[in-house]
């Protein structure tokens, strides 16, 4: 259930309304638009409170909610999020890209490639210190190594860092050392991983799952708004489907169906979207025209030895480069800024 007030209604007197609503036993969350006031109510509203609230003044109206996610709604928060870390924005109209290897390998490594991605314009040093892997024998990552690792080549290039969270103990020393945090498709639902995400501030990306439908995506996301992280991204990274030439088959449409069913970020993986190298440019490209908020890009200075295997989707340093350059002449088409020369100082 959601509660419409104007504008006009002060905010002691939506103080007043929030008193009421809560004296319910039910959570109330206040989202201020540029045009209304919206009070989503969190829990089970006993029907007689929506008839209350219809009389208070300053209520507009009183709306039934039947979508099983609420704080990921765009009904609740009628506005876009916007996740502000250090200089750089992360759901505005600012584009960002980031950009990195599948995994850290050495020091040498992260910290080239990381000169290479603030060189080309990126915002963002990604990699994974642990990997899920399909296979028992793959490799697993360098694990907290890894960690420190992207820490001091992103405080050294001047990025913010990402990385991949796999289980809900490993989640403060992660936060610890990444400025976000990315929950993998294998991991969607893994609710106590998520509970325990929403237990931080710490931005979360959310990976959507390779077989998860809309409505189970946002629900997952759900889960980290209700435990009182706000700072959530969305990310399609394809799905599985009968087709067997790519990876993945990146849903495009995802992009806008999520911005018009959620106010959170969305970002688009091409990499693993598609699983060519080939199939990245044209993808990203393509992601940007849907809408999307930003990419997250493989990147590796030697793709064919990478310790992942996962070479084959991951740009060369200077393909990263050019589509970086071409993106600062398509994001302005797509109401986006992004200015390769411009790459915000972090601070």
Do not use: W
């Not at 325990?196 to 946002?218: A, C, H, M, N």
Request: hydrophobic share 40%; aromatic share 4%; with cysteine.
């Amino acid at each position: 259930m959601i509660v419409i007030l104007s504008n006009k209604v002060e905010e002691a007197r939506i103080q007043e309304i929030v008193h009421i609503i809560e004296k319910h036993e039910v959570k109330a969350h206040v989202s201020h638009g540029e045009d209304r006031t919206v009070i989503g109510i969190i829990g089970q509203a006993d029907p007689v409170l929506a008839e209350q609230l219809r009389q208070l003044k300053g209520v507009e109206q009183v709306v039934k909610i039947s979508k099983s996610y609420k704080l990921a709604s765009r009904d609740f928060h009628p506005a876009d999020t916007v996740i502000r870390i250090k200089d750089v924005e992360i759901g505005g109209d600012q584009l960002v890209v980031m950009g990195g290897p599948c995994a850290v390998e050495t020091p040498e490594q992260i910290d080239e490639i990381a000169r290479l991605v603030k060189a080309a314009g990126g915002q963002v040093l990604r990699g994974g210190a642990f990997k899920p892997r399909t296979g028992p024998y793959s490799f697993q990552g360098v694990g907290v190594e890894g960690l420190v690792m992207m820490a001091e080549a992103g405080r050294k290039h001047g990025l913010l860092t990402i990385t991949e969270v796999m289980t809900p103990e490993y989640v403060d020393v992660c936060a610890e050392y990444a400025d976000i945090l990315q929950v993998g498709t294998r991991n969607m639902q893994n609710f106590d991983l998520l509970r325990k995400l929403g237990s931080i501030q710490t931005p979360v990306l959310l990976k959507r799952g390779f077989s998860s439908t809309y409505d189970e995506f946002l629900n997952a996301a759900e889960y980290i708004l209700a435990g009182g992280n706000p700072n959530v991204m969305l990310c399609e990274r394809g799905i599985r489907t009968f087709e067997t030439y790519t990876r993945n088959t990146l849903d495009l449409s995802a992009i806008p169906v999520l911005q018009s069913l959620s106010h959170l970020p969305v970002i688009s993986d091409p990499s693993h979207g598609t699983g060519r190298r080939e199939l990245v440019e044209p993808m990203t490209k393509a992601s940007v025209a849907a809408g999307a908020n930003g990419l997250i890009i493989e990147m590796h200075t030697d793709p064919d030895n990478s310790m992942t295997g996962d070479g084959v989707q991951s740009l060369f340093p200077d393909q990263f480069a050019k589509l970086l350059q071409d993106l600062e002449k398509l994001a302005p088409l797509c109401g986006k800024r992004f200015d390769t020369a411009k790459t915000p100082a972090l601070v």
